[in-house]
């Protein structure tokens, strides 16, 4: 990079550390924010130096500011009996913004993956073991990514759940509006799995 001022490197090479952002667009949104009102760049840094305090919730993994959860809180969820469990937070704020799902979550921070060291004691497993205990869940939801790994996950905990508790996996397969010449074979693969009578 040229010789540009140390206080606009640090600021490139901070924004650089975010996914998909590369020095380009870090030097893109810099130069953006030269343009700001020191009381906007006040503004951004409280708001980003804000995220320190996030910590996960206690009982499902999401971010919170408090040891619960909002969603944990709600009285409506936890009467559901349902637990969906989702690989990150990521994965459940997906499926919060669908507004098809009504029940409790548990944020599992991975999936299983022993080329990467990745086994079940760094998974929030034995966290899922005592909420489903602790909670009367009847049932689960496995909405983990279609891959090996999720696979071999969704498996690694049916098996350990306790007798009794329904475990259901999301259907994959066409998006809406899909056309299936541009799908690649392991979507097809799972629409065809996931197929209902009509």
């Not at 952002?21 to 804000?50: C, D, N, P």
């Not at 305090?53 to 944990?72: K, N, Q, S, Y």
Request: one cysteine or more.
């Amino acid at each position: 990079m040229m010789d540009l001022p140390p206080v606009v490197k640090n600021a490139v090479t901070a924004l650089g550390r975010l996914p998909g952002v590369g020095e380009k667009s870090a030097l893109r949104m810099v130069t953006a924010m030269t343009h700001w009102r020191a009381s906007e760049l006040q503004q951004f840094a409280i708001a980003t130096g804000g995220l320190a305090d996030l910590r996960e919730c206690g009982h499902c993994g999401m971010w919170t500011e408090e040891p619960v959860c909002a969603i944990c809180l709600d009285p409506r969820r936890a009467e559901s009996g349902i637990l969906c469990v989702v690989e990150q937070v990521s994965d459940l704020l997906a499926i919060e913004r669908s507004g098809q799902y009504k029940g409790r979550f548990l944020v599992l921070g991975g999936v299983l993956n022993p080329l990467l060291g990745v086994g079940p004691d760094q998974l929030r497993l034995t966290a899922m073991g005592d909420f489903v205990q602790r909670e009367h869940i009847q049932t689960i939801i496995l909405a983990l990514n279609p891959s090996v790994e999720g696979d071999a996950t969704c498996a690694y905990i049916k098996h350990v759940l306790p007798a009794g508790v329904a475990v259901e996996r999301i259907g994959f397969g066409m998006p809406i509006g899909g056309s299936l010449e541009y799908l690649d074979p392991m979507t097809i693969g799972k629409a065809l799995e996931n197929r209902k009578s009509f």
